[in-house]
């Protein structure tokens, strides 16, 4: 009886330990979204890429009309390994107005030409990207 007792209690107490440890072991995530604008006034179709520094984990979103992006890992998941990121932009408007396409192509290179790093945290990550029109 005393025998059955004492593995009882260690079938217990090596379930706990390994209810702790996986608990402890589950990687944390976080999401990203946020507006992307160019002098204080929203833009539209900015790729906005998100690339870890340790991991092999990178995340992308295109802002809307408004300027608002949402950042999406793999196929269609929000969720992302917390850390730092390496922060990049893209254009990605259709050819219709070339003149104001080559202008944002040309912000965003110079946006890309000085490397901005984010660490993203667990829970929601708001990023407002503001691009500056250097030909002022």
Same mark, same amino acid.
Do not use: W
């Given at each position: 009886?005393?025998?059955?007792?004492?593995?009882?209690?260690?079938?217990?107490?090596?379930?706990?330990?390994?209810?702790?440890?996986?608990?402890?072991?589950?990687?944390?995530?976080?999401?990203? +979204? /946020?507006?992307?604008?160019? #002098?204080?006034?929203?833009?539209?179709? @900015?790729?906005?890429?998100?690339?870890?520094?340790? !991991? &092999?984990? +990178? /995340?992308?979103?295109?802002? #809307?009309?408004?300027?608002?992006?949402? @950042?999406?890992?793999?196929?269609?998941?929000?969720? !992302? &390994?917390?850390?730092?990121?390496?922060?990049?932009?893209?254009?990605?408007?259709?050819?219709?107005?070339?003149?104001?396409?080559?202008?944002?192509?040309?912000?965003?290179?110079?946006?890309?030409?000085?490397?901005?790093?984010?660490?993203?945290?667990?829970?929601?990550?708001?990023?407002?990207?503001?691009?500056?029109?250097?030909?002022?």
């Amino acid at each position: 009886m005393i025998q059955r007792l004492k593995n009882i209690v260690c079938f217990c107490l090596l379930a706990c330990l390994v209810a702790v440890s996986l608990t402890g072991c589950s990687a944390s995530t976080g999401t990203i +979204e /946020g507006t992307v604008t160019v #002098d204080g006034k929203p833009v539209k179709g @900015v790729e906005v890429i998100f690339r870890h520094k340790e !991991l &092999p984990a +990178e /995340g992308s979103g295109v802002s #809307d009309d408004s300027g608002a992006y949402r @950042v999406f890992y793999g196929r269609a998941k929000r969720d !992302l &390994p917390v850390g730092d990121y390496n922060l990049s932009l893209g254009v990605m408007l259709p050819e219709e107005s070339e003149e104001s396409s080559s202008k944002l192509r040309r912000q965003v290179k110079q946006f890309n030409d000085s490397p901005r790093t984010e660490t993203i945290e667990s829970g929601t990550n708001v990023i407002t990207i503001e691009v500056a029109d250097s030909a002022k």
